[in-house]
Each structure stands twice: as structure tokens, then as C-alpha cells.
């Protein structure tokens, strides 16, 4: 497909600079806009994360209608913004990133799937409700790695990521082509053995945190 629409931002040649990382792109589809991406967080900062995490996760919901359903069988918390100093740095070098301001990121989301467990295939804009607020990009970054299954995968466009400790996927699904929305659709493969661990963060259209 030629390139037709946008996207949020270019990059040129295989590297994103951060003000404290260099990123680089080991994989890319060009629309939708999907990056595979690589020293993203340091393995420190992937334990950090675990650690801050791991007694406040609760089982996951999905939706505005924040229900537990078997569409999504894991678990999850969310950070509060800039809670420390961990967790600012990884916010500001992610708005760098995805070159969208902090303002605009929804609080960072961690995952954690065991043995059996997935998140079956969705959308992460919502289809309905609250569009002019509509979230535009992701970023999931990897916190482990798995030792079999858990893949992010994207069915329509027959392509997955594996998880890999430090790296991450990014996808964007603003476009004004609502096929090309629609191919973002993603969900994440069942654990086959170990544990996965995922931090998210997804990007609004608009403001979302307010001082």
C-alpha cells in the first residue's frame, strides 16, 4: 500500500534520540505506522517498574465499562502520574518518543499475564462515546522476557511481535482512512511458560492531565 496518510512523527534513518536514550527501530510497516523497537527502558528500569508494581495489581477490566470479562484474563494497575522519580523519567522519555506531550499521555499501565493467560483481540481507540478525546497512539514496552507464547499480534495484518526485555512496539491509529485504524486491531497471545510483564501507555487526541 503507498504511503498516503501522516503520521504523528517521522523519523529518519533507524534511530530516535531521546534527551536520555537512543531507541533503535529494528522492525517497521509503514501504514499504519508500526515500530519495533529496541533499548527502549533499561533492565534496571524493567525490574524497577516489576517491583513498584507487583502488590498493587489487580485483575484486569476493559473498557469504559471497567468489567472483568474472559476477553482479557490478566492482570493490571496503573501508576499515579509522576508518582516518583522512576516513573517521571520513563513518562518523559516516552512523550519524546511518541512526540506527543505528557499532557496528553493517559496514567502508564502495567500488565502481568501468567501461564494461560492473553488479551484477546481489540481495538485500543474506542469505536464510540467520547471521540473528540480519542486516544491516537500506543506504546507497549516489554518487561521480560517469556519464555514461551505472548506475543502481541496483530491478525489482519498477520504479524506479531515477541516480547523481548528493554523493547517495546509502537502503533498509531489516527488516520482519517478508518481501514488503517482498523488494522492496529492487536491482542495479546496466551502465556505458554513463564510470566509476561507489560508496561502500556496510550496517547489522547487532546489534554488529559491537568496541573
Given at each position: ?7 504523528i ?11 536520555d536514550k537512543?531507541i533503535?527501530i529494528?522492525?517497521r510497516i509503514h501504514?499504519?505506522?508500526?515500530m519495533?523497537?529496541?533499548n527502549v527502558?533499561s ?10 508494581a ?6 484486569a477490566?476493559?473498557?469504559?465499562s471497567?468489567?472483568e ?8 494497575m496503573f ?11 520513563v513518562?518523559?522519555?516516552?512523550s519524546?518518543?511518541?512526540n506527543?506531550?505528557?499532557?496528553h499521555a493517559?496514567?502508564?499501565q502495567?500488565?502481568h499475564?501468567k501461564p494461560?493467560e ?7 481507540y474506542?469505536?464510540?462515546?467520547n471521540?473528540a ?5 500506543t506504546?507497549?514496552m516489554?518487561?521480560?522476557?517469556v519464555d514461551?507464547?505472548g506475543e ?5 495484518l ?17 488516520y482519517?482512512?478508518?481501514r488503517?485504524?482498523?488494522?492496529t486491531?492487536h ?8 510470566e509476561k510483564?507489560?508496561a502500556s501507555q496510550w496517547?489522547r487526541?487532546?489534554?488529559h492531565r491537568?496541573d
Open positions: 500500500m503507498a504511503v498516503k496518510e501522516q503520521t512523527f517521522n523519523t529518519i534513518g533507524n534511530k530516535i534520540k531521546t534527551t537512543e533503535l529494528v522492525g501504514e499504519p505506522l508500526i519495533i523497537l529496541e527502558l533492565h534496571a528500569e524493567c525490574d524497577a517498574l516489576i517491583d513498584l507487583k502488590n498493587r495489581l489487580q485483575r477490566k476493559i473498557g469504559k471497567h468489567l470479562s474472559d476477553i482479557r484474563t490478566n492482570s493490571s501508576f499515579e502520574e509522576s508518582e516518583n522519580e522512576c516513573i517521571r523519567t513518562e518523559t522519555r516516552i519524546e518518543l511518541m506527543i506531550p505528557v499532557s493517559e496514567p502508564l502495567i500488565l499475564y494461560g492473553r488479551y484477546q483481540p481489540h481495538f485500543d474506542f469505536t464510540s462515546g471521540v478525546n480519542n486516544r491516537i497512539s506504546l507497549v516489554y518487561l521480560n522476557d514461551e507464547g502481541t499480534e496483530f491478525p489482519a498477520r504479524f506479531s511481535v515477541t516480547p523481548k526485555k528493554g523493547s517495546a512496539v509502537y502503533f498509531e491509529y489516527f482519517n482512512d478508518i488503517l485504524n482498523e488494522l486491531l491482542g495479546g497471545n496466551p502465556v505458554e511458560a513463564g510483564w507489560v496517547m487526541r487532546q489534554i491537568y
